[in-house]
């Protein structure tokens, strides 16, 4: 299977000393075939390998790693992004009750999933009721109450006479009258997509207009699934993808394929018969399970965690022996640039009581971060090594030849040194506030 395949082509790179293009290309040549064997779709596959490829190839090599290591942790970080890298979560109305729809083809596992969740939710405090549209079957009704009984889940029902959308309508009435805050709505599939199913769902859609239309698919159908998930989402619009039978899925295509050809989360997996089998998807625990080298991975956590860890004790360090230079200033600003937009962070700041998002605009007073931030990057730049260390050497024509060299003024870069003298003062008395105390400088 596709662990074993990528096991063996890693196995094969772990043994090099240094990792050379030609080393990477094979080995990328081999990561190909294995995800085209486990029927991932061939537009994904194309553009993972040439993602991997340019990452790979060229990259420093982490210290505590081996080249063969640092392409699986490549491979592993891009395999999390194509599945959607986050874990998606169900949203819930503002106002109750919740309507889930679930939709899919026959035999993908709607009613099976519907019970589970179902289950779920009354575990996590919730009060959901089951409702049966699958009024073309008797035996589609019996299997819902079945299921309903099982983990002693309310079933509404209007027998095979009342049409889906009646059925939903009403039911939506009696989840009000009974308090019932979660409605997941259990429609017919087909053995096919056709039009006659896809009228019946977006009458459904119209009628209750649900919180989230959750498609089932069936995992063990590979491509099929995923040109299932990409007919439904243009025709009706889905919100998330369930993958169910994951557990009988020895393959992997769809998991892998399924999030980047729809752009549409997976937000469970299905992996048995039993309510703990529907499992939240995480992306990054599926990659693992994908390359199946949990001991490789933890390491590769452990040597990112010192890496970070690292950086920050050298910059504290710095900063306690008053030697930080304006080179770290710069070093500093990097860091901060790669966390995201500024504006962005400062709005996900909790610190500042009183003051929201709108405060916050008017304090910045139309200055812009992010433009900012790089103006005085610049003028950082445009210094030599020396005078990034000890700025006392900065005289006139230093300056003049700084201001030249990054496009501001002479005023600029005197503001800078201005600003930067501030800030050490400012360490210099945390220091000596700190002093005595452990632990880390309080500054990031
Ligand atoms: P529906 O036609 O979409 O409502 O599908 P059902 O809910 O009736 O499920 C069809 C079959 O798939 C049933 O036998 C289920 O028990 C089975 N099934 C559903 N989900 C899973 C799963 O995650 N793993 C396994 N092994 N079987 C599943
Ligand atoms: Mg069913």
Do not use: W
Request: hydrophobic share 40%; with cysteine.
């Amino acid at each position: 299977n596709l662990s074993n395949k990528l096991q063996e082509v890693f196995k094969q790179l772990r043994s090099k000393g240094v990792l050379t293009e030609a080393d990477v290309k094979a080995a990328m040549r081999e990561v190909k075939i294995a995800l085209l064997e486990a029927d991932v779709n061939f537009k994904i596959v194309k553009e993972f390998i040439k993602k991997v490829t340019e990452r790979a190839v060229g990259t420093e090599v982490l210290q505590g790693l081996n080249p063969g290591q640092q392409v699986i942790k490549i491979v592993n970080e891009e395999l999390i992004a194509l599945m959607g890298s986050t874990q998606a979560q169900l949203t819930f109305s503002r106002k109750p009750p919740t309507v889930f729809m679930m939709v899919g083809l026959q035999g993908a596992g709607k009613t099976t999933t519907s019970g589970k969740l179902a289950g779920q939710l009354r575990k996590q405090g919730r009060s959901p009721l089951l409702v049966a549209c699958d009024v073309y079957r008797p035996a589609a009704i019996k299997q819902l109450q079945v299921v309903g009984k099982n983990y002693n889940i309310p079933v509404f029902e209007m027998g095979t006479e009342v049409s889906p959308v009646e059925i939903s309508k009403k039911a939506l009435e009696y989840a009000a009258q009974q308090h019932h805050d979660v409605i997941l709505i259990d429609t017919a599939g087909r053995l096919h997509i056709n039009e006659e199913l896809m009228q019946e769902l977006q009458d459904i859609k119209t009628a209750v207009r649900p919180q989230e239309i959750l498609l089932v698919v069936d995992a063990m159908t590979g491509q099929d699934a995923v040109t299932v998930a990409e007919s439904f989402d243009g025709q009706l619009g889905v919100d998330g993808i369930i993958l169910t039978k994951l557990d009988g899925d020895a393959r992997g295509g769809a998991a892998l394929s399924v999030r980047s050809v729809t752009n549409k989360p997976i937000k469970y997996i299905g992996m048995g018969e039993k309510m703990e089998d529907l499992e939240p998807f995480y992306p990054d625990r599926m990659a693992s399970r994908i390359l199946g080298m949990g001991d490789v991975l933890s390491l590769i956590d452990k040597v990112q965690a010192n890496i970070d860890e690292q950086e920050a004790l050298d910059m504290a360090k710095k900063m306690r022996a008053n030697d930080f230079t304006l080179e770290d200033f710069l070093a500093q600003m990097q860091q901060i640039k790669k966390m995201g937009p500024l504006k962005d962070l400062l709005g996900m700041m909790p610190g500042i009581p009183g003051m929201g998002k709108l405060d916050l605009e008017s304090a910045l007073n139309g200055v812009d971060p992010q433009k900012e931030m790089a103006r005085t990057e610049a003028i950082i730049q445009s210094m030599t090594k020396e005078e990034r260390a000890n700025p006392s050497i900065l005289n006139g024509p230093r300056k003049k030849r700084i201001a030249a060299g990054c496009g501001r003024s002479i005023a600029d870069v005197n503001r800078l040194i201005k600003q930067f003298e501030e800030m050490k003062k400012m360490m210099k008395q945390m220091n000596n506030m700190q002093k005595g105390k452990k632990g880390k400088f309080p500054f990031f």
